[in-house]
C-alpha cells in the first residue's frame, strides 16, 4: 500500500468529508494543522492544507518544515502539491494546469532547511531535478484518462508574497526563464528533497502574471479561478486514487 501526501493550496483546503484526523507535532513546531487520513483500495492518503483548514496562513509563515516532516513521520514516500500560480509564459492562461519540472527560488527569510542547525549535521542534497519526473509521469498518464489537459513541463518562479508582484518583477522573472510564478513551491519542494520523498507539483494557473493581462490582478477572480481549476486537479487526483496500483519504484 502506497502513502500519498497531498498537500492543497488555494482553493483546495479540504479534500472530502473529515476521516481519521493525526495531529502532529514535530521537532519544527505545528504543521498547518491536523493531517486528514483517507483509506483508497492502493493508496493511503494524507492530506495537508498548506494554509490552514481556513486558509488563515500567509504564504510566507507556513511552517514548511513542520509540514513536510510530519507527512513524512505519517508514512508518506511521496507527496503531491497543488499551488496556485500566475501565468507568465504565453499559452499558460487562467485554467491551465502546469506540472513545473524546474524552480527559480527567489523568497527570503524562510526557514528552509533541516541541515546544518543546532545539533543536525551539515547536508547538501543534489537538487538539478528538483520534481519527481515518476510522479510527473504517472500524472500525465492518470489526465490521458481523464481527459484533463495538463501541460508538463515549465519553470516556476517562487516569490516571497504575500502580495503579488510588479510588472517589472514579473519581466525580471520572465528572462530568467520563468513561465508560471506562485509563492509556495519553495522551501516545500526543498524540504521534501532533504527529506527523501519524491514531490511533484500541480500548478493551476489562477491569473495571468503581473503585467501580463489586459489590466490589473483582480483578486476576486483569482479566487473564482482558483476554485473551478481545484474542481479539476480534484477530478484528476479522484482518477488516480481510484485507479489501480502504479509502480512507484523509482527514485526520482
Ligand atoms: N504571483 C504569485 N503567486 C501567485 C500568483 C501570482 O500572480 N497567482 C497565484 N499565486
Not at 473529515?18 to 491536523?34: F, L, N, V
Not at 486528514?36 to 493511503?44: I, L, S
Not at 527529506?195 to 483578486?219: C, E, H, Q, R, T
Request: charged share 15%; aromatic share 6%.
Amino acid at each position: 500500500m502506497r502513502t500519498l501526501g497531498l498537500i492543497g493550496g488555494t482553493g483546495l483546503d479540504e479534500w472530502g468529508a473529515s476521516g481519521q484526523e493525526i495531529s502532529a507535532d514535530t521537532p519544527y513546531g505545528a504543521p498547518s494543522g491536523p493531517i486528514q487520513v483517507y483509506n483508497f483500495e492502493h493508496v493511503r492518503l494524507l492530506f495537508l492544507p498548506r494554509h490552514g483548514r481556513d486558509h488563515q496562513i500567509a504564504p510566507h509563515a507556513v511552517n514548511y518544515r513542520a509540514n513536510i516532516w510530519a507527512l513524512k513521520q505519517a508514512g508518506a514516500t511521496e507527496i503531491i502539491a497543488v499551488n496556485a500560480v500566475g501565468g507568465i509564459r504565453p499559452g499558460l492562461d487562467p485554467g491551465a494546469l502546469v506540472l513545473p519540472d524546474q524552480v527559480i527560488d527567489y523568497t527570503w527569510g524562510r526557514q528552509h532547511s533541516y541541515s546544518g542547525g543546532s545539533g543536525s549535521a551539515l547536508q547538501h542534497i543534489d537538487f538539478t531535478s528538483p520534481f519527481s519526473s515518476s510522479l510527473m509521469a504517472e500524472l500525465i498518464s492518470v489526465a490521458g484518462i481523464a481527459s484533463i489537459p495538463l501541460i508538463e513541463g515549465g519553470c516556476v518562479g517562487v516569490t516571497q508574497g504575500p502580495r503579488l508582484e510588479t510588472a517589472a518583477e514579473i519581466r525580471r522573472l520572465e528572462r530568467d526563464g520563468c513561465d508560471v510564478v506562485g509563492m509556495t513551491t519553495m522551501p516545500e519542494v526543498s524540504l521534501a528533497a532533504e527529506l527523501g520523498l519524491l514531490y511533484a507539483s500541480i500548478s493551476m494557473v489562477v491569473n495571468p502574471a503581473a503585467g501580463k493581462g489586459a489590466s490589473v490582478i483582480d483578486i476576486d477572480e483569482v479566487e473564482r479561478c482558483a476554485a473551478a481549476a481545484s474542481e479539476q486537479v480534484r477530478r484528476l487526483l479522484q482518477t488516480m486514487l481510484n485507479g489501480p496500483v502504479q509502480a512507484s519504484s523509482d527514485t526520482t
